[in-house]
């Protein structure tokens, strides 16, 4: 499997819980270093909580299921 599948697997895992709350979660880019760039939409784009959701819930999920990933970033 591709590494971006394995990405968007994960993603697929976290999905639930942002929409709940309105927001969500796309793939932007993965680079060769393993660095995982997201664009976190709707709800979860203006939240102030949306810095801790990408480090502690969505690269901590990415990076439980996909270890080539080293760190997850907003743009």
């Known amino acids: 499997m591709a590494l971006k599948e394995q990405i968007e697997d994960a993603l697929n895992k976290v999905r639930p819980s942002l929409q709940a709350d ?3 979660v796309q793939l932007v880019d993965v680079d060769e ?11 979860c784009g203006g ?14 999920i990415l990076k439980q299921n996909v270890p080539e990933v080293k760190s997850v970033e907003s743009v």
């Open 47 to 60: 939240c102030p909580m949306s810095q801790m959701t990408l480090k502690m819930g969505i690269e901590k």
């Open 33 to 43: 270093e393993g660095i995982v760039r997201v664009k976190l939409t709707g709800a």
């Open 22 to 24: 309105g927001g969500d």
